[in-house]
């Protein structure tokens, strides 16, 4: 019996639907944290080689949430997009990481488009027993963003991943240790922790004093390195009748740094800020912070400014603006000043914020502390 063309188009695609859905390769391990999965999982396995695969994908948000590209310099702001083996494991990588997207610019940063990537490292399978698998740590870093806002990034996290073995039978006598391979391990490894290193080294030259040059005359804040030093800070200003205020911040987020060199550099916030107690909370820099972030106020937002005024009362703002918009500027400056809330505009329009203003300078300059 005949059949129509097109009949025999439909199932043809079902058979090449059911087959690649058959063939499609099973995750080695997942992962969900600050608001991205990551599926690892190994393609083209040939001959003790393969193609380990990792795709990031955000979580559905309004904005859309984008990742920054693997190029994106370190050191910098943002958090590269990576893909990597631990040094020293029983795999290695055997070519240069690729993504399955081009990024774009955005504000001078590589960005991907909003939603999922995949970063693809060939890798050298490790050697072991023909039908066994052996036990890799892959190295994974990413922060989401929207144009607004950033989440608190995940650097260098360590996925443990069961990759096949390879039989590499009658093989070579190994080789001696070449000097040079020895040495890029180690320079990875230091680079790795080079963050645990750069707090030790900022420690022992004296915190305060490095604090005081990195900080220019504007708000006074507080820096403190754990929660226990972050409650004192609360508890100390509440002592004196004054609102705490803690800055969610780091050097990663983009939109913060726009927020410190804007926002909170306008004479206006300054004195409404220096008339309350700031304290900058470097989710970036100390780990426990960026998870009591999460635990006590239930957000891994950044920016994210939060007001505790010495009654208990609890109030947050994380509106990114620039000064020039006069009208969030005041009610900024109204809820910096522990009376209204982000939502309530500033009551009495230029010159009650200027008295605001005079007010909050004077409070400060009869304050013994």
């Known amino acids: 019996m005949m059949r129509h063309p097109l009949f025999r188009s439909l199932l043809l695609l079902c058979v090449a639907t059911m087959a690649w859905t058959a063939t499609a390769p099973e995750p080695l391990a997942t992962m969900a944290r600050n608001q991205v999965t990551v599926v690892i999982h190994l ?103 929207t144009a607004t806002d950033c989440r608190i990034p995940v650097r260098n996290k360590a996925i443990d991943v069961a990759l096949p073995a390879h039989p590499r039978l009658g093989a070579a006598p190994a080789a001696a240790v070449d000097p040079e391979q020895i040495r890029a391990v180690v320079r990875e490894e230091l680079a790795a922790e080079r963050e645990a290193l750069a707090t030790e080294v900022a420690e022992r030259a004296g915190r305060a004093i490095a604090e005081r040059l990195a900080q220019p005359p504007g708000i006074a804040f ?6 226990a030093d972050a409650d004192a800070a609360i508890r100390e200003a509440h002592a004196k009748g004054r609102s705490a205020i803690l800055d969610f911040t780091g050097a990663s987020c983009t939109v913060c740094q726009r927020m410190a060199r804007t926002v909170l550099r306008d004479p206006r916030a300054i004195a409404a800020w220096n008339a309350q107690s700031a304290i900058e909370i470097d989710t970036d820099r100390y780990a426990e912070l960026a998870g009591w972030q999460t635990s006590r106020f239930k957000s891994q937002n950044r920016p994210l400014y939060v007001r505790i005024d010495a009654d208990g009362g609890e109030q947050r703002w994380s509106e990114v603006f620039l000064p020039a918009d006069d009208a969030v500027m005041q009610r900024f400056l109204a809820w910096s000043a522990g009376g209204a809330g982000a939502d309530v505009a500033l009551s009495g329009g230029i010159a009650g914020f200027l008295l605001l203003a005079i007010a909050g300078g004077l409070f400060t300059l009869v304050m013994p502390c």
């Open 43 to 145: 393609e083209d396995i040939a001959d003790g080689t393969a193609v380990l695969a990792a795709t990031f994908t955000p979580d559905a948000a309004t904005p859309p949430l984008h990742l920054y590209s693997m190029d994106l310099p370190e050191g910098g702001a943002g958090i590269a997009t990576r893909l990597a083996l631990k040094p020293g494991g029983p795999a290695e990588a055997t070519g240069p990481l690729a993504a399955d997207r081009t990024p774009h610019d955005l504000e001078g940063l590589s960005v991907y488009p909003d939603g999922p990537v995949t970063l693809r490292l060939p890798i050298r399978l490790p050697d072991g027993a023909a039908g066994t698998t052996v036990a890799v740590s892959a190295v994974v870093s990413y922060m989401a963003c």
């Open 222 to 227: 507080q820096h403190p390195r754990t929660i």
